[in-house]
């Protein structure tokens, strides 16, 4: 057990050597490192609780896309049938499907024909199974048509991908170092932003959907006769105000001018008559013709700019408006203007997102952890080198050096992971100090045994690492399982504990099956000590 | 240099017969944690039953008026809230229940909350946990208890003999129920990093609890005909230096953690100290290692003389 070939030695020295230095780039200042080769570059990120910043979990609300899912069913089927001229009655939306009548016998099958074109085979893994986008059914000449699960939950998977590039998009706005989005889980997005005093302007970029059309005031009816019951026409809509314009009622029509998706670019600025902040937005080619057509109709009658369901004003149109371009105008403060003009420019959310989860660390609790922690760890490992060599002397010191390069190689692992260092990951770096020199203490009291037993100094020396590596191993694995659980079920600061609490047991086993032996063996080669001096 | 000596040589402890002692202690100790935990309970945190948790500090170390705070979020009818200070005078942890409407309603009541109290407050942390979150973390929590001990318990069934799993799968369980209780007692947070320490302190006791087993196994192989309360005995004297001398260590690295390292991991490693330092070396020795006698350890030993000096493994 003692012995070692020279190449064996080397090898361990070198690859705990590697391991180290793997934690180098953490020590050297950003600019340098900018300059490395991108292999070369990976380093330890710190935890949003330790560096400060906020830590979002967004929700698609499937709901949503599931309503808008059968809105479209619904407004299809009309078309189908429409194209078809076929005699429809009772199209309607009732639980989860869509039900028509056919009024003559003769065109169902016609009817049916034709609306199976609404079923999609669907893309992706699904194509293969046969799947399609919708189910039909019928019951003599009622047709019920139901959007398929796959396919709502395809959809909703396209929502969470557009929503996450549209969350990139306003978030990259708010000039933040690093933010982080990615998909969690079917219908989540999770948005982590290191760094940041204020959340709240953040959350309220997140939480709009920014949905924004150009439609037309309905004045055939008054606010308040729309109120009535029945009052409001089938193709008008009773919406109400923005605070700012005093939350007043509008009858709106449903039908959309143009859609904000047709804004090519929008910018804060100020009115130049009355000063007031505005956003002037721009229209791509379709959406100029649509609104110089449409303004050109409508000469002295108002629009509404409509934004997630409230108006934001509602202009009279003075001349036709045909250079593709605009302002709006609704008692905005400046950041208001600058916040609309962000969303618009990202575009607007197929869904909305509701915010389910908010952690938010400020840079002073950060710093201050960040201290503490460093604090802790010093005085820990102090405490424990110090115990160390008192109780074993010079395999003491072998114990300490082993620890060191311990958590030299940890640091060096998490760096190769990009790992996310937490105050629960010092912590468990710290516990890491406790436990790995139990592996020392395996050894070096087999050892005591041993030479109790009788056995010459190397002789027991040799069945002292024998015998207690198994134990090492024993005993490590279930602290491992434990550390591996965690890591599957922790979020956040808590897998930060689990990463290097488990990279921790590796390395520690790592060491006392290698670097120890080696100290010992070289030691033991070195002095051929007739006594153990432990 | 004369070396420090914690545990004298050749102890002769007989820790087997203690288990007339510590068994009732551990099983009155036992009873009174459940029973804990079902009248006076756990102080859930937000990460379990979702809520709003802020914490503040006043600029330029004023202290903090508490009452004056109390008064101005008593005002917002927010339903339930806490406030206590936390670490130092100027710092304050407020604590709102979860608000009724689902996940937009806890936004609405944070917003509410930063408004009522002024932007003259320095936020060091707030935190959010919708109704749909906290279900789910509290699943989580629950499921990685339960995968964690049954991982393990399977890892010892492969490595030992049935009866040392369930012996240290009883011991362990006895650790976590005793943390539990301790928990209730001082009314630590119940949380996501709860779970973390719950889990460490399983690892670690069992950790402890698998070196002593080691022991008893190779001395079983070895000693064919020693009765088995003795053998019992002689594995936790010869180990029982390492016990004491690891204890100590990890003790200082915790002790470490629990003076200096801060408010934030405060209720993490004083759940840890308390398992590790107070319960675990214990449960080892004096719970874990005695079981074995009621579990039948060693009784299908072969009739051989007892073998001295065999190595303890082929």
């Not at chain 2, 675990?280 to 039948?296: D, H, M, N, Q």
Request: hydrophobic fraction near 45%; include cysteine; glycine fraction near 8%.
């Amino acid at each position: 057990m003692l012995y070692m070939s020279p190449m064996k030695i080397a090898a361990i020295l070198l690859t705990a050597f590697v391991v180290c230095m793997f934690a180098a780039p953490n020590f050297v200042p950003e600019s340098v490192r900018d300059r490395w080769p991108t292999w070369a570059q990976r380093h330890i990120v710190l935890g949003l609780d330790l560096q400060g910043g906020s830590h979002i979990l967004l929700q698609v609300d499937a709901n949503a896309v599931r309503r808008e899912k059968q809105q479209a069913l619904l407004d299809d089927t009309r078309r189908v049938l429409r194209d078809a001229r076929i005699a429809y009655t009772g199209l309607a939306q009732r639980g989860n499907s869509v039900e028509v009548r056919i009024r003559e016998p003769n065109d169902v099958q016609n009817a049916l024909a034709k609306l199976r074109d609404l079923s999609q085979p669907l893309g992706g893994i699904l194509a293969t199974t046969g799947a399609r986008s919708v189910d039909i059914t019928t019951n003599g000449n009622l047709i019920q048509l139901t959007s398929t699960e796959p396919a709502v939950i395809e959809r909703v998977r396209q929502a969470v991908d557009q929503s996450i590039q549209i969350v990139e998009r306003r978030v990259n706005e708010l000039g933040t170092v690093e933010p982080l989005i990615q998909r969690q889980g079917a219908d989540r997005v999770l948005v982590q932003v290191p760094g940041l005093q204020d959340p709240t302007r953040l959350k309220a970029l997140l939480g709009t959907t920014a949905k924004l059309d150009f439609r037309m005031v309905d004045t055939s009816v008054t606010p308040e006769q729309a109120q009535q019951p029945g009052g409001t026409p089938p193709e008008s809509e009773l919406l109400r105000g923005t605070r700012a314009e005093g939350g007043a009622l509008y009858v709106i029509r449903k039908q959309v001018l143009v859609p904000g998706a047709d804004l090519t670019d929008a910018q804060p600025g100020f009115d130049q008559r009355t000063g007031e902040p505005i956003v002037s937005f721009r229209f791509n080619s379709g959406g100029a013709r649509r609104f110089a057509q449409a303004t050109q109709e409508n000469v002295g009658r108002p629009f509404a700019i409509v934004l997630d369901n409230e108006v934001i004003s509602a202009p009279v149109i003075r001349e036709p408006i045909i250079g593709g371009s605009g302002q709006i105008s609704g008692s905005f403060t400046l950041e208001q203007a600058n916040d609309l003009s962000i969303l618009l420019r990202a575009g607007a959310l197929p869904a909305p997102l509701t915010i389910i989860e908010e952690r938010t660390v400020g840079p002073g609790l950060g710093q201050d952890s960040i201290e503490k922690g460093m604090l802790a760890s010093y005085i820990g490992s102090a405490a424990v080198v110090i115990f160390m060599i008192a109780t074993y002397g010079l395999f003491g010191i072998f114990a300490s050096l082993a620890v060191a390069i311990n958590v030299a190689m940890i640091f060096g692992v998490l760096s190769l992971l990009n790992a996310t260092l937490t105050l629960p990951g010092i912590a468990g770096i710290v516990l890491t100090v406790g436990i790995a020199v139990d592996s020392n203490v395996l050894i070096y009291e087999r050892i005591r045994e041993e030479v109790r037993a009788g056995r010459s100094a190397i002789s027991a020396i040799d069945a002292g690492f024998t015998r207690a590596l198994a134990t090492i191993l024993d005993s490590n694995i279930t602290t491992f399982i434990a550390a591996a659980v965690l890591f599957y079920i922790g979020t956040g600061p808590v897998r930060g504990f689990a990463v290097t609490f488990g990279i921790g047991i590796i390395t520690t086993v790592f060491t006392a099956f290698t670097l120890t032996r080696v100290i010992v063996a070289l030691w033991v080669r070195w002095q051929r000590p007739k006594v153990v001096p432990i | 240099m004369r070396l420090l000596r914690l545990v004298p040589d050749d102890t002769r402890f007989d820790f087997i017969r203690f288990r007339r002692i510590s068994f009732p202690i551990s099983a009155v100790l036992s009873v009174f944690a459940v029973v804990l935990y079902f009248t006076h309970g756990l102080n859930y945190g937000i990460d379990f039953v979702g809520g709003t948790l802020i914490e503040v500090q006043e600029k330029d170390g004023r202290a903090a008026d508490l009452a004056k705070m109390r008064a101005t979020l008593g005002a917002l009818e927010l339903g339930e809230f806490q406030l206590q200070e936390f670490g130092g005078p100027s710092n304050v942890l407020i604590r709102i229940a979860q608000q009724p409407g689902g996940d937009d309603a806890q936004q609405v009541a944070v917003q509410k909350a930063r408004a009522a109290l002024g932007e003259e407050l320095e936020y060091r942390r707030v935190e959010v946990v919708g109704p749909r979150v906290s279900t789910e973390l509290l699943a989580y929590g629950a499921l990685g208890m339960v995968l964690a001990i049954t991982g393990i318990l399977i890892y010892l069934w492969f490595r030992f003999e049935w009866q040392f799993a369930l012996g240290a799968t009883i011991a362990n369980l006895h650790d976590i129920v005793l943390t539990i209780g301790f928990m209730s007692i001082m009314q630590i947070d119940f949380d996501l990093t709860s779970i973390a320490a719950l889990l460490t302190i399983l690892g670690y006791s069992l950790n402890d609890t698998v070196v002593i087993y080691d022991r008893i196994r190779e001395l079983l192989r070895r000693y064919k005909k020693m009765p088995i309360d003795e053998l019992l005995n002689l594995a936790c004297n010869s180990t029982l230096s390492r016990s004491v001398i690891t204890h100590v260590t990890v003790t200082l690295a915790l002790l470490a953690l629990l003076i200096f390292g801060g408010q934030a991991i405060h209720g993490f490693t004083a759940v840890m100290t308390f398992g590790v330092v107070l319960v675990g070396s214990y449960t080892s020795i004096l719970i874990a290692a005695p079981l074995l006698l009621y579990l039948g350890v060693g009784q299908n030993r072969g009739s051989d003389d007892d073998v001295e000096d065999k190595p303890s493994r082929p």
